[in-house]
C-alpha cells in the first residue's frame, strides 16, 4: 500500500500546496528588495515549475524594466510566446532591439518570430 502523502505527489493540486507558501514567501522578498535580481529570477522559476505562466510572464515584464539586458528581454518574450501573446512577445523584443541593438540574440529571436508568424497566417492545405 502506498502511504497517501506519497500518493498525491504526482497531482498538481499537491505541487501548488508545497510551492504557494514559497511562491508567496517569493513575492513579498522581491517586494521589500526590488534591487536584488535573484529573487525576481527565483519568482519566475517557481511560477514556471507551479504551471503558473500567466503569472511568470507578468513577473518577467517587471523584470525587464528593474533590471534590462538582452537575457532578461529574452526571457519575458519566450514566457509570451508560450502562451501565444505575439503581439506583446513582438513588442518586448522591439523594446530590448532599442536598448541593445547589437545583441544578436534578440535580432535571431526576432526573426524566429516573423517567421513563425507567418507560418501560422498560412493556410493548412
Do not use: C
Not at 493540486?13 to 534591487?35: H, S, T
Not at 528581454?73 to 514566457?79: G, V, Y
Not at 510566446?81 to 540574440?105: I, R, V
Amino acid at each position: 500500500m502506498i502511504p497517501r502523502w506519497k500518493a498525491n505527489w504526482g497531482t498538481p493540486r499537491f505541487a501548488w500546496d508545497i510551492k504557494q507558501p514559497g511562491i508567496a514567501k517569493l513575492v513579498r522578498a522581491a517586494a521589500a528588495m526590488p534591487d536584488v535580481s535573484e529573487i525576481h529570477e527565483r519568482l519566475i522559476k517557481a511560477y514556471i515549475v507551479a504551471g503558473m505562466l500567466a503569472e511568470a510572464a507578468e513577473a518577467a515584464d517587471k523584470l525587464t524594466s528593474l533590471f534590462a539586458s538582452p537575457e532578461t528581454f529574452l526571457r519575458a518574450a519566450s514566457i509570451r510566446a508560450q502562451l501565444e501573446q505575439w503581439q506583446h512577445t513582438e513588442d518586448l523584443l522591439s523594446a530590448g532591439l532599442k536598448m541593445f541593438p547589437q545583441s544578436t540574440e534578440l535580432r535571431n529571436a526576432y526573426g524566429d518570430l516573423e517567421r513563425t508568424k507567418l507560418r501560422s497566417a498560412l493556410p493548412v492545405s
